[in-house]
């Protein structure tokens, strides 16, 4: 029997079998590499081993370390978790050949599966509906669009859309570099490429004694660069289209049965409005979304995995869902900026109406927080940038999207930008409420109305003034004489008191009358401290909880949060930067460089590439003119607000 388990993996995931794993009365070990050193899911662990050096390279795709620190750590099992080695059959193999126990399939099924070219040849073999394998070296333009994918994982790394075959070799080439660097394989390879459809999966779970469970279906259409954003059981499309699930259902089985598979898996396909489906892959491993199959069902699938390790049998039948349930993932990424993933340390996190941490809950209706992070958090630029999951689930779709909404809106998420307006945005939009989702979703609704904020102009200008004043009651505080007058008291009035941020300059007085604030003339100061301010509009009572940094001033709002960046009174000569300067939008490393000094560049047009969270940034022109200066090289490391060239614009 097992004793000790441990995860090969880090953040919301480790955490998530972790508690498993104390529910079963079974010691913890985690791994961490440098940047890891002080996460959540090192502090829970009963001991921890460090996998010295950052890039996962070194790190976590380290078969020989992580065997290393199982033996160290007394471990008698090790799970994989998900990404990384989870759908490494060499590291399965090196797990059982040190003799301990495996939590997944055999390594032949990981390898059958895992890879994607096999997996597809395999289903055909069944006869099940596949879409046709394309050589990357064999595109021709009558098969374009086309999709590269990295044969070794998912996740959306490796992953391109090509419409024109000029662009195809330098795209094979990126993704190569991606799926290497995620994976450890830059194996990759094309397929027709369907600009709309529908993602659906069948979660399975399979025994060593011939059953093979099929759990249900999820719905992870809305997705952003091939990367699952919402997910949720059961599909709208499935729930529509009558026989649909059950030919799923028969098609996961058949592929489990095909491989004599045990353990958690995932089948997932693409569909018409129709209901007519293609295999996509088989992710032999857990999946990212298992939480919503885990509410609506009832079942903790990470406990199903080790009673299968160890020989138990399932049952007849899983149980029948019922509810419905929907998660999101929140990233630290700008979704208005091409999704631009985002660095930095979070000051505050707290999701709000949280009733369960990484469990599957016992009520009709609640909602779970499996997370990574918390205050403090540096996220940095090694890894994915997802920081939590945030799940609902309840009697009907509809109040669960409700439910999610509203506690994504009441949320504090302070530090880094994420993209928790777009999700609130998304499970409020008419289409999304109507079950009307396919991967076009952001195309055919528009990103920009999607990730706009959530407050709107005059939310935004309170809560400049509420800042204002919580900085006022800050001073006041923190002053050691005449802490009760009023900052700025003049017993002649002269000038207003004025806090300038980024967008806008907050004029006011506070007098014996009260608040006089500029183009606030019906607004009155009930309360004030440098945590909340409480402002009467209108005859209207609005509390703002304000978080004061050293120049950003975070404002949570009943409609939402606005980030308000101070703007210094004197200016440093030595922070200022030449016109035409790209800067880094993130920490990272230069992976590619296009161009060298001199070189006329058109608006658009490459200048180089940033590799950040596993992922490659194209950064480009922003206007036609001459690469005046380069002074970075391939290889170097950079820190955000780095210049990376001057693109000077010349006269016509």
Same mark, same amino acid.
């Given at each position: ?69 199982? $033996? ?84 959306? $790394? ?85 026989? =649909? ?156 999207? $409700? ?16 993209? $928790? ?30 990730? !706009? ?24 505080? *923190? ?52 945590? &909340? ?11 703002? !909880? ?37 800067? *880094? ?29 596993? =992922? ?32 000077? &614009?010349? &006269?016509?």
């Amino acid at each position: 029997m097992i004793t000790r388990m441990l995860v090969a993996n880090r953040g919301e995931i480790a955490r998530r079998v972790f508690r498993t794993c104390r529910d079963l009365g079974l010691g913890t070990v985690a791994v961490f590499s440098d940047p890891d050193a002080d996460s959540p899911h090192v502090r829970e662990a009963d001991s921890a081993v460090r996998l010295p050096g950052a890039a996962p390279s070194d790190t976590y795709l380290r078969i020989d370390r992580l065997i290393d620190a199982a $033996r160290r750590a007394g471990a008698d099992a090790v799970h994989p978790g998900y990404g990384f080695l989870s759908e490494n059959a060499a590291f399965a193999r090196a797990v059982i050949d040190a003799g301990l126990t495996w939590i997944g399939p055999s390594p032949d099924a990981i390898e059958r599966m895992g890879s994607k070219i096999e997996s597809k040849r395999l289903m055909a073999e069944a006869g099940v509906p596949v879409l046709r394998e394309i050589d990357p070296d064999a595109v021709a333009a009558d098969d374009l669009p086309v999709l590269i994918k990295a044969s070794a994982g998912g996740g959306g $790394r490796g992953m391109r859309v090509v419409r024109d075959l000029d662009a195809l070799a330098g795209e094979v080439a990126a993704a190569r570099a991606e799926a290497a660097s995620a994976f450890g394989d830059p194996t990759v390879f094309c397929e027709p490429y369907l600009p709309t459809g529908h993602h659906v999966e069948v979660q399975i779970m399979a025994d060593r004694h011939g059953t093979v469970w099929a759990v249900g279906e999820r719905e992870c259409s809305i997705q952003r660069r091939h990367q699952k954003v919402v997910e949720e059981a059961p599909s709208p499309l499935v729930e529509r289209i009558e026989g =649909m699930r059950e030919k799923l259902f028969g098609a996961a089985q058949a592929a489990a049965r095909a491989i004599d598979y045990t353990g958690a898996g995932t089948v997932e396909f693409l569909a018409d409005d129709d209901g007519r489906f293609f295999f996509l892959e088989m992710n032999t491993r857990l999946q990212v979304e298992h939480p919503v199959t885990e509410c609506t069902t009832g079942l903790d699938l990470v406990g199903l995995q080790l009673a299968v390790a160890e020989g138990d049998a399932l049952g007849p039948e899983p149980p029948p869902a019922r509810g419905a349930a929907i998660e999101v993932r929140l990233y630290a990424e700008d979704p208005s900026v091409d999704w631009q993933p985002q660095s930095g340390t979070l000051r505050r996190f707290e999701v709000s109406g949280v009733d369960v941490h990484f469990d599957v809950g016992g009520a009709r209706a609640g909602l779970r927080l499996d997370s990574g992070v918390a205050d403090g958090t540096v996220v940095g630029i090694h890894y994915d940038p997802m920081l939590a999951k945030v799940i609902t689930w309840a009697p009907t779709r509809a109040q669960a999207a $409700r439910a999610l909404a509203g506690a994504l809106t009441r949320s504090r998420i302070h530090g880094v930008v994420t993209n $928790r307006d777009l999700l609130v945005n998304v499970l409020r939009h008419p289409a999304f409420l109507a079950g009307e989702t396919d991967t076009a979703f952001f195309d055919r609704h528009g990103l920009d109305t999607l990730s !706009a904020p959530l407050t709107d102009d005059t939310t935004r200008r309170q809560a400049a003034l509420a800042a204002a004043v919580a900085v006022d009651a800050e001073q006041r505080r *923190a002053s050691r004489v005449l802490n009760r007058v009023p900052s700025g008291w003049r017993n002649v009035v002269s000038e207003p008191q004025r806090v300038a941020f980024a967008d806008q300059v907050v004029e006011y007085r506070l007098t014996r009358d009260g608040l006089d604030a500029t183009g606030f003339e019906s607004t009155a100061l009930v309360s004030a401290s440098p945590d &909340e301010v409480v402002l009467d509009v209108d005859g209207l009572r609005q509390r703002f !909880a304000v978080d004061l940094g050293e120049s950003d001033v975070f404002v949570d709002t009943a409609s939402g949060s606005v980030h308000l960046h101070r703007v210094p009174r004197f200016l440093d000569p030595a922070e200022q930067v030449a016109a035409g300067s790209l800067l *880094a939008p993130m920490p990272g490393s230069i992976v590619r460089i296009a161009v060298a000094v001199g070189d006329r560049v058109q608006a658009g047009d490459p200048i180089l590439w940033l590799e950040a969270m596993k =992922m490659q940034h194209r950064i480009a022109a922003p206007a036609e003119g001459v690469v005046t200066e380069l002074p970075v090289q391939e290889g170097q490391q950079i820190e955000v607000g780095a210049v990376l060239a001057v693109v000077e &614009e010349q &006269e016509k």
